[in-house]
Protein backbone atom coordinates (compact mmCIF):
# COMPACT_ATOMS: atom_id res chain seq x y z
CA UNK A 1 0.00 0.00 0.00
CA UNK A 2 1.53 3.16 -1.10
CA UNK A 3 0.14 7.16 -1.04
CA UNK A 4 -0.71 8.24 -4.25
CA UNK A 5 0.07 11.66 -3.24
CA UNK A 6 3.48 12.68 -1.61
CA UNK A 7 5.74 15.46 -1.46
CA UNK A 8 8.70 16.31 -2.52
CA UNK A 9 12.38 16.74 -1.49
CA UNK A 10 14.98 14.46 0.29
CA UNK A 11 16.49 16.25 2.83
CA UNK A 12 13.29 17.13 5.03
CA UNK A 13 12.28 13.21 5.14
CA UNK A 14 16.02 12.23 5.93
CA UNK A 15 15.22 14.88 8.56
CA UNK A 16 12.52 13.60 9.75
CA UNK A 17 13.50 9.28 10.03
CA UNK A 18 16.79 10.46 11.68
CA UNK A 19 15.92 10.46 15.20
CA UNK A 20 14.64 7.16 15.42
CA UNK A 21 17.07 5.72 12.89
CA UNK A 22 20.06 6.88 14.79
CA UNK A 23 18.04 5.45 18.56
CA UNK A 24 17.27 2.25 16.63
CA UNK A 25 20.94 1.91 15.67
CA UNK A 26 22.83 3.07 18.78
CA UNK A 27 20.41 1.40 21.37
CA UNK A 28 19.44 -1.39 18.96
CA UNK A 29 21.43 -2.33 16.03
CA UNK A 30 24.77 -1.89 17.79
CA UNK A 31 24.12 -3.92 21.08
CA UNK A 32 22.38 -6.78 19.18
CA UNK A 33 25.53 -6.94 16.83
CA UNK A 34 27.75 -6.56 19.97
CA UNK A 35 25.83 -9.85 21.38
CA UNK A 36 26.27 -11.27 18.29
CA UNK A 37 30.16 -11.02 18.10
CA UNK A 38 30.75 -11.51 21.90
CA UNK A 39 28.79 -15.24 21.62
CA UNK A 40 31.91 -15.89 19.54
CA UNK A 41 34.14 -15.44 22.14
CA UNK A 42 35.84 -16.00 25.55
CA UNK A 43 36.98 -13.79 27.72
CA UNK A 44 39.98 -15.27 29.80
CA UNK A 45 38.98 -14.35 33.49
CA UNK A 46 40.88 -11.00 33.95
CA UNK A 47 38.70 -9.27 31.27
CA UNK A 48 42.18 -8.70 29.53
CA UNK A 49 41.49 -10.20 26.22
CA UNK A 50 39.54 -12.53 24.72
CA UNK A 51 39.57 -15.54 22.76
CA UNK A 52 38.16 -16.73 19.53
CA UNK A 53 35.96 -19.82 20.16
CA UNK A 54 33.38 -19.61 16.93
CA UNK A 55 30.32 -21.63 18.00
CA UNK A 56 31.78 -22.67 21.20
CA UNK A 57 29.72 -20.97 23.23
CA UNK A 58 26.80 -22.54 21.46
CA UNK A 59 27.91 -25.80 21.72
CA UNK A 60 28.68 -25.90 25.34
CA UNK A 61 25.03 -24.11 26.28
CA UNK A 62 23.17 -26.71 23.79
CA UNK A 63 25.10 -29.35 26.13
CA UNK A 64 24.68 -27.73 29.56
CA UNK A 65 22.50 -29.67 31.39
CA UNK A 66 21.95 -26.23 33.49
CA UNK A 67 21.02 -24.49 29.94
CA UNK A 68 18.81 -27.45 28.80
CA UNK A 69 16.77 -27.14 32.44
CA UNK A 70 16.10 -23.93 31.76
CA UNK A 71 14.66 -24.22 28.23
CA UNK A 72 12.31 -26.88 29.79
CA UNK A 73 11.61 -24.70 32.78
CA UNK A 74 10.16 -21.74 30.62
CA UNK A 75 8.06 -24.13 28.55
CA UNK A 76 6.91 -25.42 31.72
CA UNK A 77 6.07 -21.87 33.06
CA UNK A 78 4.89 -20.22 29.64
CA UNK A 79 2.43 -22.99 29.69
CA UNK A 80 1.25 -23.35 32.68
CA UNK A 81 0.82 -18.78 32.53
CA UNK A 82 -1.06 -18.91 29.43
CA UNK A 83 -3.36 -21.66 31.12
CA UNK A 84 -3.62 -19.99 34.51
CA UNK A 85 -4.31 -16.66 32.66
CA UNK A 86 -6.38 -17.73 29.63
CA UNK A 87 -9.06 -19.95 31.39
CA UNK A 88 -10.34 -17.54 34.41
CA UNK A 89 -10.62 -14.83 31.93
CA UNK A 90 -12.88 -16.64 29.79
CA UNK A 91 -15.01 -18.12 32.35
CA UNK A 92 -14.96 -14.05 33.81
CA UNK A 93 -15.82 -13.01 29.97
CA UNK A 94 -18.13 -15.78 29.16
CA UNK A 95 -20.03 -14.78 32.70
CA UNK A 96 -19.82 -11.01 31.62
CA UNK A 97 -21.36 -11.52 28.34
CA UNK A 98 -24.58 -13.07 29.49
CA UNK A 99 -25.12 -10.28 31.74
CA UNK A 100 -27.57 -6.60 30.35
CA UNK A 101 -26.38 -4.51 33.35
CA UNK A 102 -23.29 -4.22 35.17
CA UNK A 103 -20.60 -5.69 32.58
CA UNK A 104 -19.25 -2.39 32.74
CA UNK A 105 -18.55 -2.43 36.50
CA UNK A 106 -17.06 -5.64 36.17
CA UNK A 107 -14.71 -4.86 33.70
CA UNK A 108 -13.56 -1.41 35.75
CA UNK A 109 -12.35 -4.06 38.54
CA UNK A 110 -11.50 -6.34 36.50
CA UNK A 111 -8.72 -4.19 34.68
CA UNK A 112 -6.89 -2.95 37.82
CA UNK A 113 -4.20 -6.24 37.92
CA UNK A 114 -3.05 -4.80 34.34
CA UNK A 115 -1.93 -1.58 35.54
CA UNK A 116 0.19 -3.75 38.46
CA UNK A 117 3.76 -4.00 37.07
CA UNK A 118 4.75 -7.73 37.24
CA UNK A 119 7.03 -6.82 39.55
CA UNK A 120 5.11 -5.50 41.96
CA UNK A 121 2.90 -8.74 41.46
CA UNK A 122 5.71 -10.48 42.57
CA UNK A 123 6.02 -8.62 45.59
CA UNK A 124 2.08 -8.61 46.49
CA UNK A 125 2.23 -12.67 46.10
CA UNK A 126 5.28 -13.03 47.79
CA UNK A 127 3.28 -11.22 50.54
CA UNK A 128 0.39 -13.66 50.88
CA UNK A 129 2.81 -16.74 50.52
CA UNK A 130 5.66 -15.51 52.79
CA UNK A 131 6.63 -18.61 55.09
CA UNK A 132 6.79 -16.54 58.18
CA UNK A 133 3.90 -13.53 57.90
CA UNK A 134 1.69 -14.78 54.42
CA UNK A 135 -2.00 -15.12 55.42
CA UNK A 136 -2.19 -17.66 52.82
CA UNK A 137 0.31 -19.52 53.95
CA UNK A 138 -0.77 -19.37 57.34
CA UNK A 139 -4.12 -20.64 56.78
CA UNK A 140 -2.69 -23.40 54.70
CA UNK A 141 -0.89 -24.67 57.77
CA UNK A 142 -3.58 -24.57 59.95
CA UNK A 143 -5.33 -26.65 57.39
CA UNK A 144 -2.17 -29.11 57.55
CA UNK A 145 -0.12 -28.15 54.76
CA UNK A 146 3.18 -26.88 55.57
CA UNK A 147 3.70 -24.34 52.39
CA UNK A 148 7.27 -23.36 51.66
CA UNK A 149 7.92 -22.23 48.15
CA UNK A 150 11.75 -21.61 49.47
CA UNK A 151 12.55 -25.08 49.66
CA UNK A 152 10.25 -26.57 47.48
CA UNK A 153 10.00 -26.46 43.83
CA UNK A 154 7.13 -27.57 42.61
CA UNK A 155 5.30 -24.85 45.22
CA UNK A 156 8.07 -22.39 44.22
CA UNK A 157 6.93 -22.70 40.03
CA UNK A 158 3.32 -22.56 41.58
CA UNK A 159 4.31 -19.64 42.85
CA UNK A 160 5.81 -17.80 40.34
CA UNK A 161 2.84 -18.72 37.51
CA UNK A 162 0.28 -17.25 39.63
CA UNK A 163 2.02 -14.65 40.47
CA UNK A 164 3.11 -14.11 36.41
CA UNK A 165 -0.87 -15.11 34.92
CA UNK A 166 -2.75 -13.02 37.71
CA UNK A 167 -1.87 -9.35 35.93
CA UNK A 168 -2.83 -11.32 32.33
CA UNK A 169 -6.54 -12.72 34.16
CA UNK A 170 -7.29 -8.93 32.86
CA UNK A 171 -5.56 -8.49 29.60
CA UNK A 172 -6.85 -12.19 28.43
CA UNK A 173 -10.54 -10.37 30.08
CA UNK A 174 -10.31 -7.36 27.54
CA UNK A 175 -9.85 -9.44 24.78
CA UNK A 176 -12.16 -12.36 25.06
CA UNK A 177 -15.29 -10.19 26.22
CA UNK A 178 -14.46 -7.45 23.04
CA UNK A 179 -14.11 -11.13 20.81
CA UNK A 180 -17.38 -11.97 22.94
CA UNK A 181 -19.59 -8.90 22.15
CA UNK A 182 -18.88 -9.27 18.53
CA UNK A 183 -20.36 -12.92 18.53
CA UNK A 184 -23.49 -12.19 16.35
CA UNK A 185 -26.88 -11.91 18.48
CA UNK A 186 -28.79 -13.52 16.07
CA UNK A 187 -26.59 -16.90 15.72
CA UNK A 188 -26.89 -17.55 19.64
CA UNK A 189 -30.54 -16.78 19.42
CA UNK A 190 -31.55 -19.29 16.49
CA UNK A 191 -29.21 -21.69 17.96
CA UNK A 192 -31.36 -21.09 21.27
CA UNK A 193 -34.59 -21.18 19.73
CA UNK A 194 -33.68 -24.82 18.21
CA UNK A 195 -33.36 -25.33 22.11
CA UNK A 196 -29.35 -25.49 22.23
CA UNK A 197 -28.64 -25.25 26.39
CA UNK A 198 -26.22 -22.67 26.87
CA UNK A 199 -23.18 -24.96 27.17
CA UNK A 200 -23.91 -26.47 23.72
CA UNK A 201 -24.04 -22.99 22.11
CA UNK A 202 -21.02 -21.97 24.08
CA UNK A 203 -19.19 -25.18 22.57
CA UNK A 204 -20.42 -25.61 19.06
CA UNK A 205 -20.84 -21.54 18.48
CA UNK A 206 -19.43 -19.10 20.74
CA UNK A 207 -15.95 -21.33 21.07
CA UNK A 208 -15.10 -21.49 17.32
CA UNK A 209 -15.91 -18.46 16.44
CA UNK A 210 -13.14 -16.63 19.78
CA UNK A 211 -10.66 -19.32 17.97
CA UNK A 212 -9.02 -16.45 16.01
CA UNK A 213 -8.99 -14.34 19.57
CA UNK A 214 -7.40 -17.69 21.37
CA UNK A 215 -4.98 -18.07 19.10
CA UNK A 216 -3.49 -14.92 18.73
CA UNK A 217 -3.90 -14.35 23.17
CA UNK A 218 -1.66 -17.95 23.28
CA UNK A 219 0.55 -16.21 21.31
CA UNK A 220 0.56 -13.16 22.98
CA UNK A 221 0.71 -14.82 26.70
CA UNK A 222 3.60 -17.12 25.42
CA UNK A 223 5.64 -13.87 24.33
CA UNK A 224 4.74 -12.41 28.08
CA UNK A 225 6.00 -15.71 29.89
CA UNK A 226 9.05 -15.95 28.05
CA UNK A 227 9.91 -11.82 28.10
CA UNK A 228 8.43 -10.07 30.83
CA UNK A 229 7.93 -12.13 34.12
CA UNK A 230 11.61 -11.36 35.27
CA UNK A 231 10.19 -8.97 38.12
CA UNK A 232 8.16 -11.88 39.14
CA UNK A 233 10.92 -14.14 39.35
CA UNK A 234 13.38 -11.85 40.46
CA UNK A 235 11.24 -10.52 43.34
CA UNK A 236 9.46 -13.90 44.44
CA UNK A 237 12.66 -16.33 43.81
CA UNK A 238 15.79 -15.28 42.15
CA UNK A 239 15.22 -18.04 39.73
CA UNK A 240 15.64 -20.89 42.66
CA UNK A 241 15.19 -23.66 44.93
CA UNK A 242 18.14 -24.70 42.47
CA UNK A 243 17.55 -23.10 39.51
CA UNK A 244 13.74 -24.81 39.68
CA UNK A 245 12.47 -21.30 38.80
CA UNK A 246 15.62 -20.10 36.58
CA UNK A 247 13.74 -19.01 32.87
CA UNK A 248 15.95 -18.19 29.88
CA UNK A 249 15.53 -14.56 30.45
CA UNK A 250 16.52 -14.85 33.97
CA UNK A 251 19.81 -16.93 33.11
CA UNK A 252 20.65 -14.45 30.98
CA UNK A 253 20.49 -11.85 33.48
CA UNK A 254 22.31 -14.32 36.07
CA UNK A 255 25.49 -15.71 34.03
CA UNK A 256 25.77 -12.22 32.24
CA UNK A 257 25.39 -9.60 35.32
CA UNK A 258 25.79 -11.86 38.54
CA UNK A 259 27.97 -14.83 36.79
CA UNK A 260 29.97 -12.34 34.54
CA UNK A 261 29.99 -14.82 31.87
CA UNK A 262 29.77 -12.73 28.82
CA UNK A 263 30.40 -15.25 25.88
CA UNK A 264 27.90 -17.46 27.54
CA UNK A 265 25.52 -14.61 28.55
CA UNK A 266 25.65 -13.70 24.18
CA UNK A 267 25.41 -16.67 23.15
CA UNK A 268 21.97 -17.30 25.27
CA UNK A 269 20.77 -13.64 23.96
CA UNK A 270 21.24 -14.85 20.37
CA UNK A 271 19.32 -17.56 20.74
CA UNK A 272 16.55 -16.14 22.39
CA UNK A 273 16.50 -13.34 19.73
CA UNK A 274 16.32 -16.51 17.14
CA UNK A 275 13.24 -17.39 19.71
CA UNK A 276 11.70 -14.03 19.44
CA UNK A 277 11.71 -13.59 15.77
CA UNK A 278 10.40 -17.42 15.40
CA UNK A 279 7.82 -16.05 17.39
CA UNK A 280 6.87 -12.65 15.74
CA UNK A 281 6.58 -14.38 13.01
CA UNK A 282 3.85 -16.68 13.86
CA UNK A 283 2.45 -14.13 15.13
CA UNK A 284 2.56 -12.04 12.16
CA UNK A 285 1.46 -14.92 9.72
CA UNK A 286 -1.54 -15.34 12.87
CA UNK A 287 -2.53 -11.56 11.92
CA UNK A 288 -2.78 -11.98 8.13
CA UNK A 289 -4.93 -14.86 8.35
CA UNK A 290 -6.95 -13.68 10.82
CA UNK A 291 -8.17 -11.15 8.07
CA UNK A 292 -9.31 -14.49 5.95
CA UNK A 293 -11.51 -15.53 9.18
CA UNK B 1 -49.76 0.61 35.73
CA UNK B 2 -49.54 -3.03 35.35
CA UNK B 3 -45.81 -2.76 34.62
CA UNK B 4 -45.44 -6.68 35.17
CA UNK B 5 -47.50 -7.24 32.00
CA UNK B 6 -44.68 -4.94 30.32
CA UNK B 7 -42.25 -6.96 31.32
CA UNK B 8 -39.38 -7.94 28.22
CA UNK B 9 -40.42 -11.72 27.59
CA UNK B 10 -37.53 -13.56 29.56
CA UNK B 11 -34.59 -14.29 27.33
CA UNK B 12 -33.19 -17.41 26.37
CA UNK B 13 -29.29 -15.79 25.39
CA UNK B 14 -29.14 -13.14 28.29
CA UNK B 15 -30.24 -14.50 31.95
CA UNK B 16 -32.81 -13.56 34.38
CA UNK B 17 -33.92 -14.60 37.45
CA UNK B 18 -32.09 -17.60 39.32
CA UNK B 19 -29.55 -17.90 36.69
CA UNK B 20 -28.57 -13.65 36.75
CA UNK B 21 -28.34 -13.88 40.16
CA UNK B 22 -26.15 -16.86 40.05
CA UNK B 23 -24.29 -15.15 36.97
CA UNK B 24 -23.65 -12.18 39.46
CA UNK B 25 -22.66 -14.08 42.21
CA UNK B 26 -20.18 -15.63 40.25
CA UNK B 27 -18.81 -12.46 38.92
CA UNK B 28 -18.45 -11.47 42.01
CA UNK B 29 -16.53 -13.85 43.51
CA UNK B 30 -14.27 -13.66 40.48
CA UNK B 31 -13.94 -9.88 41.02
CA UNK B 32 -13.02 -10.75 44.62
CA UNK B 33 -10.47 -13.49 43.85
CA UNK B 34 -8.35 -11.26 41.52
CA UNK B 35 -8.66 -8.37 43.80
CA UNK B 36 -7.91 -9.99 46.82
CA UNK B 37 -3.89 -9.46 46.66
CA UNK B 38 -4.60 -5.73 46.21
CA UNK B 39 -6.57 -5.83 48.88
CA UNK B 40 -4.45 -7.26 51.23
CA UNK B 41 -1.85 -4.88 49.77
CA UNK B 42 -3.47 -1.80 51.13
CA UNK B 43 -4.53 -3.67 54.48
CA UNK B 44 -1.13 -4.44 55.12
CA UNK B 45 -0.20 -0.70 54.53
CA UNK B 46 -2.44 0.15 57.26
CA UNK B 47 -1.34 -1.66 60.29
CA UNK B 48 1.32 -1.97 62.16
CA UNK B 49 4.46 -4.32 61.79
CA UNK B 50 3.69 -6.18 65.15
CA UNK B 51 0.14 -6.74 63.69
CA UNK B 52 1.65 -8.87 60.58
CA UNK B 53 4.61 -10.45 61.94
CA UNK B 54 2.13 -12.40 64.42
CA UNK B 55 0.24 -14.43 62.11
CA UNK B 56 -2.90 -14.25 60.60
CA UNK B 57 -2.56 -10.49 60.11
CA UNK B 58 -6.00 -8.74 60.05
CA UNK B 59 -7.84 -8.80 56.73
CA UNK B 60 -9.57 -5.21 57.43
CA UNK B 61 -8.12 -2.12 57.77
CA UNK B 62 -6.17 -0.60 60.69
CA UNK B 63 -5.43 2.95 61.80
CA UNK B 64 -2.02 3.23 61.01
CA UNK B 65 -2.72 4.37 57.21
CA UNK B 66 -1.15 8.27 57.54
CA UNK B 67 1.49 6.77 59.43
CA UNK B 68 2.50 4.05 57.03
CA UNK B 69 2.52 6.17 53.94
CA UNK B 70 3.79 8.93 55.41
CA UNK B 71 7.14 6.91 56.83
CA UNK B 72 7.39 5.86 53.30
CA UNK B 73 6.90 8.57 51.53
CA UNK B 74 9.30 10.83 52.89
CA UNK B 75 11.95 8.61 54.77
CA UNK B 76 11.58 5.21 52.69
CA UNK B 77 13.76 2.43 53.19
CA UNK B 78 17.02 3.34 51.34
CA UNK B 79 15.65 6.68 49.88
CA UNK B 80 12.54 8.36 50.03
CA UNK B 81 9.48 7.73 48.03
CA UNK B 82 8.67 10.44 46.52
CA UNK B 83 12.16 10.66 44.76
CA UNK B 84 11.36 6.95 43.30
CA UNK B 85 8.01 8.10 42.25
CA UNK B 86 9.23 11.40 40.31
CA UNK B 87 12.05 9.06 38.85
CA UNK B 88 9.39 6.69 37.86
CA UNK B 89 7.55 9.90 36.42
CA UNK B 90 10.23 11.22 34.39
CA UNK B 91 11.29 7.61 32.92
CA UNK B 92 7.32 7.25 31.91
CA UNK B 93 6.63 10.09 30.56
CA UNK B 94 10.36 10.38 29.11
CA UNK B 95 9.45 7.19 27.26
CA UNK B 96 5.62 7.70 26.33
CA UNK B 97 6.40 11.22 24.61
CA UNK B 98 9.77 10.13 23.02
CA UNK B 99 8.33 7.10 21.68
CA UNK B 100 5.39 9.23 20.79
CA UNK B 101 7.47 11.83 19.10
CA UNK B 102 10.06 9.89 16.99
CA UNK B 103 7.37 7.45 15.80
CA UNK B 104 5.00 10.57 14.29
CA UNK B 105 8.12 11.91 12.55
CA UNK B 106 9.16 9.07 11.00
CA UNK B 107 6.04 7.35 10.20
CA UNK B 108 4.97 10.49 8.17
CA UNK B 109 8.23 10.44 6.61
CA UNK B 110 7.96 7.18 5.21
CA UNK B 111 4.37 7.54 4.20
CA UNK B 112 4.38 10.66 2.78
CA UNK B 113 7.73 11.11 0.99
CA UNK B 114 9.56 9.24 -1.56
CA UNK B 115 13.25 9.46 -1.19
CA UNK B 116 16.66 7.50 -1.31
CA UNK B 117 16.68 4.93 1.53
CA UNK B 118 13.01 4.42 2.27
CA UNK B 119 12.98 1.04 1.91
CA UNK B 120 15.33 0.31 3.87
CA UNK B 121 15.09 2.54 6.64
CA UNK B 122 11.83 1.22 6.96
CA UNK B 123 12.67 -2.10 7.09
CA UNK B 124 15.53 -0.98 9.66
CA UNK B 125 12.71 -0.12 11.90
CA UNK B 126 10.44 -2.83 11.39
CA UNK B 127 13.40 -5.16 12.23
CA UNK B 128 13.81 -3.31 15.77
CA UNK B 129 9.74 -4.68 16.19
CA UNK B 130 11.04 -8.43 17.10
CA UNK B 131 13.71 -7.37 20.23
CA UNK B 132 13.15 -6.49 23.58
CA UNK B 133 15.16 -5.01 26.33
CA UNK B 134 15.24 -8.13 27.93
CA UNK B 135 17.25 -10.10 25.36
CA UNK B 136 20.09 -7.69 24.47
CA UNK B 137 20.85 -6.55 28.01
CA UNK B 138 24.86 -6.75 28.31
CA UNK B 139 25.30 -4.78 25.40
CA UNK B 140 23.20 -2.48 25.94
CA UNK B 141 24.22 -1.81 29.50
CA UNK B 142 27.97 -1.50 28.28
CA UNK B 143 26.65 1.16 25.33
CA UNK B 144 25.32 3.10 28.14
CA UNK B 145 28.05 2.80 30.51
CA UNK B 146 30.11 3.66 27.33
CA UNK B 147 28.00 7.24 27.15
CA UNK B 148 28.82 7.55 30.99
CA UNK B 149 24.84 7.03 31.12
CA UNK B 150 24.63 5.20 34.01
CA UNK B 151 22.26 6.48 36.69
CA UNK B 152 20.80 9.49 34.51
CA UNK B 153 17.87 9.52 32.82
CA UNK B 154 19.00 9.19 29.91
CA UNK B 155 19.92 5.43 30.12
CA UNK B 156 16.34 5.24 31.75
CA UNK B 157 14.78 6.41 28.45
CA UNK B 158 17.17 6.31 25.30
CA UNK B 159 17.49 2.22 24.97
CA UNK B 160 13.28 1.60 25.87
CA UNK B 161 12.28 4.08 23.09
CA UNK B 162 14.26 1.76 20.15
CA UNK B 163 10.94 -0.31 19.26
CA UNK B 164 8.74 0.28 16.49
CA UNK B 165 5.12 0.04 17.49
CA UNK B 166 4.06 3.05 17.71
CA UNK B 167 5.84 3.79 14.46
CA UNK B 168 3.67 1.08 12.27
CA UNK B 169 0.70 2.67 14.22
CA UNK B 170 0.87 5.92 12.88
CA UNK B 171 1.90 4.31 9.38
CA UNK B 172 -1.01 2.36 9.26
CA UNK B 173 -3.52 5.26 10.44
CA UNK B 174 -1.73 7.89 8.25
CA UNK B 175 -2.63 5.53 5.48
CA UNK B 176 -6.00 6.12 5.74
CA UNK B 177 -6.21 9.88 6.22
CA UNK B 178 -7.57 10.60 2.47
CA UNK B 179 -5.06 11.96 -0.37
CA UNK B 180 -7.38 14.46 -0.55
CA UNK B 181 -5.84 16.64 2.03
CA UNK B 182 -2.24 16.26 1.07
CA UNK B 183 -3.41 17.40 -2.17
CA UNK B 184 -5.25 20.21 -1.12
CA UNK B 185 -2.35 21.22 0.99
CA UNK B 186 -0.20 20.97 -1.96
CA UNK B 187 -2.09 23.12 -4.08
CA UNK B 188 -2.82 25.66 -1.46
CA UNK B 189 1.05 25.98 -1.18
CA UNK B 190 1.38 24.92 2.33
CA UNK B 191 4.91 23.19 3.26
CA UNK B 192 4.89 19.80 4.59
CA UNK B 193 5.76 20.56 8.35
CA UNK B 194 2.62 23.10 7.60
CA UNK B 195 0.41 20.03 6.89
CA UNK B 196 1.73 18.09 9.76
CA UNK B 197 1.19 20.25 12.10
CA UNK B 198 -2.24 21.62 10.78
CA UNK B 199 -3.75 18.52 9.67
CA UNK B 200 -2.17 15.35 10.25
CA UNK B 201 -1.65 15.80 14.38
CA UNK B 202 -5.11 17.19 14.87
CA UNK B 203 -6.58 14.05 12.86
CA UNK B 204 -4.33 12.20 15.18
CA UNK B 205 -5.18 13.33 18.28
CA UNK B 206 -7.41 10.28 19.66
CA UNK B 207 -4.23 7.66 18.62
CA UNK B 208 -1.36 9.90 20.07
CA UNK B 209 -3.54 9.63 23.65
CA UNK B 210 -4.28 5.77 23.40
CA UNK B 211 -0.71 5.30 22.57
CA UNK B 212 -0.06 7.61 25.24
CA UNK B 213 -1.70 5.45 27.68
CA UNK B 214 0.16 2.16 26.77
CA UNK B 215 3.39 3.65 26.74
CA UNK B 216 3.76 5.32 29.90
CA UNK B 217 2.01 1.81 31.69
CA UNK B 218 4.90 -0.05 30.07
CA UNK B 219 6.98 2.82 31.39
CA UNK B 220 6.05 3.04 34.35
CA UNK B 221 6.20 -0.85 35.10
CA UNK B 222 9.99 -1.44 33.78
CA UNK B 223 11.78 -3.27 36.11
CA UNK B 224 14.69 -5.16 34.77
CA UNK B 225 16.55 -1.70 32.66
CA UNK B 226 15.78 0.17 35.76
CA UNK B 227 17.22 -2.29 37.98
CA UNK B 228 20.73 -2.65 35.85
CA UNK B 229 21.78 1.03 35.55
CA UNK B 230 20.69 2.65 38.26
CA UNK B 231 23.45 1.79 41.05
CA UNK B 232 22.68 4.97 42.72
CA UNK B 233 19.45 4.76 45.43
CA UNK B 234 18.77 8.94 44.31
CA UNK B 235 17.84 7.31 40.52
CA UNK B 236 15.91 4.06 41.61
CA UNK B 237 12.32 3.71 40.06
CA UNK B 238 9.25 3.39 42.64
CA UNK B 239 8.82 -0.27 40.78
CA UNK B 240 12.49 -1.65 41.33
CA UNK B 241 12.61 -0.19 44.54
CA UNK B 242 10.70 -1.85 46.29
CA UNK B 243 12.25 -5.18 45.57
CA UNK B 244 15.30 -3.32 47.02
CA UNK B 245 13.56 -2.61 50.65
CA UNK B 246 13.36 -5.95 51.63
CA UNK B 247 16.37 -6.31 53.68
CA UNK B 248 19.25 -8.78 52.80
CA UNK B 249 20.02 -11.78 55.23
CA UNK B 250 17.50 -12.77 57.87
CA UNK B 251 16.11 -9.70 59.05
CA UNK B 252 12.39 -8.97 59.11
CA UNK B 253 11.29 -6.55 55.97
CA UNK B 254 9.31 -3.77 57.07
CA UNK B 255 6.00 -4.65 55.85
CA UNK B 256 3.80 -1.76 56.34
CA UNK B 257 6.31 0.93 54.21
CA UNK B 258 6.67 -1.48 52.11
CA UNK B 259 3.32 -2.55 50.83
CA UNK B 260 2.18 1.32 51.12
CA UNK B 261 4.71 1.57 48.63
CA UNK B 262 3.45 -1.32 46.51
CA UNK B 263 0.17 0.56 46.70
CA UNK B 264 2.08 4.13 46.02
CA UNK B 265 3.62 2.25 42.70
CA UNK B 266 0.11 1.22 41.52
CA UNK B 267 -2.13 4.12 41.78
CA UNK B 268 -0.62 6.11 38.74
CA UNK B 269 -0.60 3.63 36.20
CA UNK B 270 -4.03 2.50 37.84
CA UNK B 271 -5.41 5.71 37.50
CA UNK B 272 -4.99 6.21 34.14
CA UNK B 273 -6.20 2.33 32.94
CA UNK B 274 -9.70 3.69 34.89
CA UNK B 275 -10.05 6.92 33.73
CA UNK B 276 -9.00 6.47 29.79
CA UNK B 277 -10.82 3.14 30.07
CA UNK B 278 -12.53 3.49 26.25
CA UNK B 279 -9.13 5.29 25.07
CA UNK B 280 -6.85 2.33 26.62
CA UNK B 281 -8.82 -0.36 25.50
CA UNK B 282 -8.65 0.92 22.01
CA UNK B 283 -5.40 1.71 22.16
CA UNK B 284 -4.42 -2.17 23.46
CA UNK B 285 -6.42 -3.75 20.82
CA UNK B 286 -4.58 -1.45 17.82
CA UNK B 287 -1.17 -2.06 19.42
CA UNK B 288 -1.67 -5.77 19.59
CA UNK B 289 -2.88 -5.93 15.82
Known sequence: MEKLVTFKGWLLPLALVFPQIVVSAVFFFYPAGQAIWQSLFIPDPFGLSTKFVGLGNFEFLLTDEFYRASFL???????????????????????????????GVYRTLLIWPYAVAPAIAGVLWLFMFNTRVGVVSWYLGQLGYDWNHVLNETEAMGLVVVASGWGRVSYNFLFFFAALQAVPRSVIEAAAIDGASFWRRFFTIVLPLLSPTTFFLLVVNIVYAFFETFGVIHTITTGGPQQATTILVYKVFADGFVGQDLGSSAAQSVILLLLVGALTVVQFKFVEKRVHY | MGEEKHEPIPGMVEKRGRALWLTHVLMIVGVL?????????FVASTVTQPEIVSPPMPLLPGGHFWENYKKALFSGVNVPVYTM????????????????????????????????????FFWMIFITLMLPVEVRIVPTYEVIAGFGMLNSYGGLIFPLIASATATFLFRQFFMTIPDELAEAARVDGASPMRFFVDIILPMSRTNIAALFVILFIYG???????????????????????KQMFPSGDDTADWPVIMATSILAMIPPVIIVISMQKLFIRGLVDSEK
Not at chain 1, 74 to 103: C, N, Q, Y
Not at chain 2, 33 to 41: C, D, K, N, R
Not at chain 2, 220 to 233: H, R
Open chain 2, 85 to 120: LFNSLVMALGIAIGKIIISLLSAFAIVYFRFPGRIF
Open chain 2, 33 to 41: IVFFPIWLA
Open chain 1, 73 to 103: TTGVFSLLVTLVSMVPALFLAVMADRLIKGA
Open chain 2, 220 to 242: WNQYLWPLLITTDVEMNTIVMGI
